[in-house]
C-alpha cells in the first residue's frame, strides 16, 4: 500500500512564505507525476501546480511567481514553496501522486491527508 503524508502547513501572515513537503512510503515501481491541490470548504477541490517525474512544471494562474513546486525522486517526496502568500490562498492542501505498484501495473491515483494552509490579513 502506498502512502503520501504531507507536512508544513501552518498559520502565516499575508506576504510570508511556507513550504509544504509530501513524502510517498509503501511498496511501489515507480513515481509519475505528482501534484498539489487545495480546496475550501464548499468548494471544488482545485489544481495548483504539477511536476512531472522529468521535472516539467506546471502551475496555476492564480499562483504563478509565487509558489514553486519541485521533488526529489531519489526521497520520493514533492515540495511546494508558497511565497508572498495571500488570505486567498488560505485551504487545505492535497498531494497527488500517479503511481506504478509494480511495472505491470495501471498508473493509480493517490491522495494525501491533506494539510491546513491559513493565511492571515
Known amino acids: 500500500q502506498v502512502q503520501l503524508v504531507e507536512s508544513g502547513g501552518g498559520l502565516v501572515q499575508a506576504g510570508g512564505s511556507l513550504r509544504l513537503s509530501c513524502a510517498a512510503s509503501?511498496?511501489?515501481?515507480?513515481?509519475?507525476?505528482m501534484a498539489w491541490y487545495r480546496q475550501v470548504l464548499g468548494k471544488q477541490r482545485e489544481l495548483v501546480a504539477t511536476?512531472?517525474?522529468?521535472?516539467?512544471?506546471y502551475y496555476a494562474d492564480s499562483v504563478k511567481g509565487r509558489f514553486t513546486i519541485s521533488r526529489d525522486n531519489a526521497k520520493n517526496t514533492v515540495y511546494l514553496q508558497m511565497n508572498n502568500l495571500k488570505p486567498g490562498d488560505t485551504a487545505v492542501y492535497y498531494c497527488?501522486?500517479?503511481?506504478?505498484?509494480?511495472?505491470?501495473?495501471?498508473?493509480?491515483?493517490?491522495w494525501g491527508q491533506g494539510t491546513q494552509v491559513t493565511v492571515s490579513s
Open positions: 497527488n501522486a500517479g503511481v506504478l505498484i509494480t511495472s505491470f501495473s495501471r498508473l493509480s491515483s493517490v
Open positions: 509503501g511498496r511501489f515501481f515507480s513515481i509519475n507525476t
Open positions: 511536476i512531472t517525474s522529468l521535472g516539467g512544471t
